[in-house]
């Protein structure tokens, strides 16, 4: 269950003798100085935010955190620097939709998708609202600025914050968060269906679901700790991988359960949604994000209650998708943070960045897990979240908004490569590209079973000879959605803005904020 920001765990939080690290470098100060990894945008947005979804034009979509229908759009200066991007306000969903702790995906062709919420319309009473777990979801178009309302799955009353991921085939996949059923969205047609599953060893609730290279999608379970496992689409079996040796998982904060509904009937944006009956949620407790990592293990975080120690587990994969994984014990937490409910990025360095309850950051570098800076939480009731950009930063929101950038850099077997790529574009005009490796190594963002926003899709920026400037092409109809795609041919589709800067041009394909190699293009 997502925790409002009004009942955020305030802790002690380790601080240099800089202070909080807002000025992105070594500051003047008495007795020693640190380097701090953050940068302060110079152009705050009006309000502050917390989940952010890095589009294919290369801007990122921020929802603000105290109003959830409201977004701000950030666009990066003409240097491709966010530090220095400029902010406009988005359209707000069709009235009666506002969903925070959703489950949301950038899809293949562009566009934002919503789904669920645990909350809605700014109610974040607990138990909850008759608003609350709503069923309700939409799709966000960023060129036409305009939201489109989804009808819910046949007979699913409640969705919530959901379990949920992009297949390889661009299809979208969540988990009942009071239940074991499953359901997929087929992106073109909007329109719902169910996904045969057998063998699940508990409810979805609470639980976060990482991709495998070969569409597999593993799982620590919540409801079952400390068991893991991992879904086959193909023979649609999930298929245990044991136990991990270590416990990833809180207690619940709620043993006697929270009601819920019931749901009234509603008609959103031309959609009717309700009735739904009154029930009680019986929450299992929390645990961390899990990413992919370029080696192929997955990195589990751990959740713990106050003054226990949080652990993180490795998981490495079987053979085929047939075979039970194993799990491998991971470094530990500082005491008094955990990852329950937290976000987590993959840097392009490999390492994994952790923005925990507390304002503290970790970066695991593989072996080790290593606190690299720290942001006050303002008593406990700012969350940050971190998303990678393309530049090869995180964009940090949640109180003043800023960059990190993180030490280490990409191996360069880990960046794409461009195959068959034009030569000469015109402004205005859309271009198919290839190459392997487009959709990077990883999902590469994760918080769990909510507040996900997946980057595994390729970027296209084009960089002018003479002035330096940088534009992002936009890019859709990507043809895989999976990760660690290998020699595997991927491509998608790029639209040349209609500003940008004639002549002599180099272009580079971008996945996890891993660029490629630059080829030389003419822009006309």
Known sequence: M???QGTLVSLALIVSACGSG?????????????????????????VAGELSLLLTDGTVMMQSSSDASVFYRLTPDSS????????????????????????????????????GGEY??????????PSGLTNMSAVYDPVADRWTMIAP??????????????????????????????????????AWSAVPNTGKADDFAEEGWTLLPDGTLFTIDVGNTPHAEHFDPLTAQWISDGSAPVGLTSPTDHPGGLTYGPAPIQVVGG?????????????PGEVGPALLLPDGRVFATGAASSAHVSHTALYTAGTTSADPGTLATGPDFGVGDDAGDASAALLPSGHVLIATLSGRFYEFDGTRLTVTGALSTNGGNIAYFVLPLPNGQALVTGGATRVYAGSGSALPSWAPTITIAPSTVTRGSTYAISGTQFNGLSQAAAVGDEFNA??????????NAASGHVVYARTHDHSSMGVATGSSLVSTFFDVPANTESGASSLVVVANGIASQAVNLTVN
């Open 2 to 4: 997502r925790r409002t």
């Open 22 to 46: 807002g000025g992105g470098g070594v500051q003047n100060c008495a007795g020693t100085c640190v380097y701090s990894p953050f940068t302060a945008l110079a152009n705050q947005p009006a």
């Open 80 to 115: 491709g620097s966010y530090v220095n991007g400029t902010w406009s306000q988005l359209s707000r969903p069709p009235a009666g939709y506002a969903p925070y702790a959703s489950s949301e995906t950038v899809l293949a062709d562009g566009r934002v998708l919503f789904v």
């Open 120 to 129: 809605n319309q700014n109610q974040y009473a607990l138990p909850f609202a």
């Open 153 to 190: 799955p046949p007979g699913v009353a409640y969705i919530g914050d959901v379990t949920s991921v992009v297949m390889p085939d661009g299809s979208f996949i969540f988990g009942d968060k009071l239940g074991r059923d499953m359901w997929r969205l087929d992106p073109s047609g909007l």
């Open 271 to 283: 959609i009717t949604y309700g009735p739904g009956p009154a029930g009680t949620y019986h929450p």
């Open 454 to 463: 997946a980057t595994n899709y390729p970027l296209v920026r084009i960089t």
